[in-house]
């Protein structure tokens, strides 16, 4: 079996962590995000994954040379020469999603989720038509683009673009799974599947709908990235409560690395990650956070709703919160409050930040 995973662009939106390392390898729950993604396409028996790429490819391409014989998959990259949108990536890929005449998978490298590529796969091959795509209900569809399925049936009838009346609440979980015959829809040009695809995909009785099971999280910025680790980690306490920590220092979901070191007093949780290396001090209060790989939060320190870059720490009795994200070698000095703050790598904070900015 086969898979393209879209690792796409820039990142922005996910800044500063991406100034050090595109969004796939951005670390979500102690692995890069890319990481949970092939795991799962290989446990299902995918052996050739496609990775659509047009920003630092040669990163990519070394960071994936372990995962091959880790996961006994191979991974192929598909350098963009400019960015092809998310169609464009498959005519470009096509000699190996074409290979032969068994379906592949196609997804977003931002989306997180319990990935039931079982189920998709079966649900596809049931109905027997060209495509099939997995949606996940929202609360407010006004925001989104809708799906709406024939009566009673599974095979998609339209897209509503921010419908203004109700039609539906369920939208594209950025997961697909296709038969090769979509290719001859498809040009090796700029594209967007959701725009110049599906649409006619739907208009030909072709591609059916099923709805994701569990949580689904698009985690490519801060605010989101700390809502996806939240309902993460709450699908582990459902399934492998063990993975998590235990003790009196924690408070609900907590994921700690073996190698972290946790000081004295603390009350840590709910929804916190701590990475390897990481060094916690004395009385450090942390929720709804993310600390990476090699950080230090001192002595007294509030952490809350703020993802701690690599390499960085907090100063003791320091505050941060507000969707602070500190890049990678931040250091924000004692005593000082940052709230909102998106600081850039290699930059040191003393000074109080009390509303959102960018600190460059």
């Keep these: ?76 990259f598909s350098i963009e020469p400019e960015p092809l949108g998310t169609a464009g990536p498959l005519a470009l890929a096509r000699n190996i999603l074409a290979k032969d005449d068994e379906p592949f998978f196609v997804l977003n490298s931002d989306v997180i989720c319990e990935f039931p590529f079982e189920e998709l796969i079966r649900f596809h091959r049931s109905h027997g038509c060209e495509g099939t795509l997995m949606t996940t209900p929202v609360e407010d569809p006004s925001k989104y683009g809708v799906i709406v399925c024939h009566s009673g049936s599974t095979r998609i009838q339209r897209f509503v673009e921010k419908p203004k009346e109700w039609v539906g609440d369920q939208i594209n979980a950025g997961i697909y799974v296709f038969n090769p015959k979509i290719l001859e829809r498809i040009e090796n040009k700029p594209m967007s599947i959701e725009k110049e695809v599906f649409p006619f995909m739907a208009r030909d009785g072709q591609l059916h709908a099923t709805d994701l099971k569990g949580f689904w999280a698009d985690v490519g910025q801060p605010k989101d990235f700390l809502t996806g680790t939240a309902l993460y980690l709450t699908s582990i306490s459902q399934n492998n409560a063990s993975a998590l920590a235990h003790g009196p220092n924690f408070v609900g979901s907590v994921l700690i690395d073996p190698t972290a070191k946790i000081g004295e007093n603390c009350k840590i949780g709910p929804n916190v990650v701590i990475g390897p290396g990481v060094t916690i001090g004395n009385g450090v209060r942390l929720n709804r956070s993310v600390v990476m790989r090699g950080s230090v939060v001192k002595d007294n320190a509030w952490v809350s709703n703020s993802i701690i870059g690599w390499h960085s720490s907090v100063g003791r009795w320091a505050r941060l919160d507000g969707t602070t994200v500190l890049g990678e070698d931040v250091h924000v000095a004692d005593e000082i409050f940052v709230n909102g703050g998106s600081v850039l790598p290699h930059k040191s904070v003393s000074a109080n930040i009390t509303e959102p900015k960018i600190v460059m």
């Design 1 to 76: 079996m086969k898979a393209l995973i879209l690792v796409g662009g820039f990142g922005t939106r996910l800044r500063p962590l991406t100034f050090s390392v595109p969004k796939p390898l951005v670390d979500f729950c102690n692995k890069p995000m890319i990481m949970h993604q092939i795991q799962a396409l290989a446990k299902v028996g995918v052996t050739d994954i496609v990775l659509a790429v047009n920003y630092q490819p040669e990163v990519m391409v070394s960071a994936m040379r372990k995962v091959e014989e880790e996961f006994g998959v191979r991974i192929h």
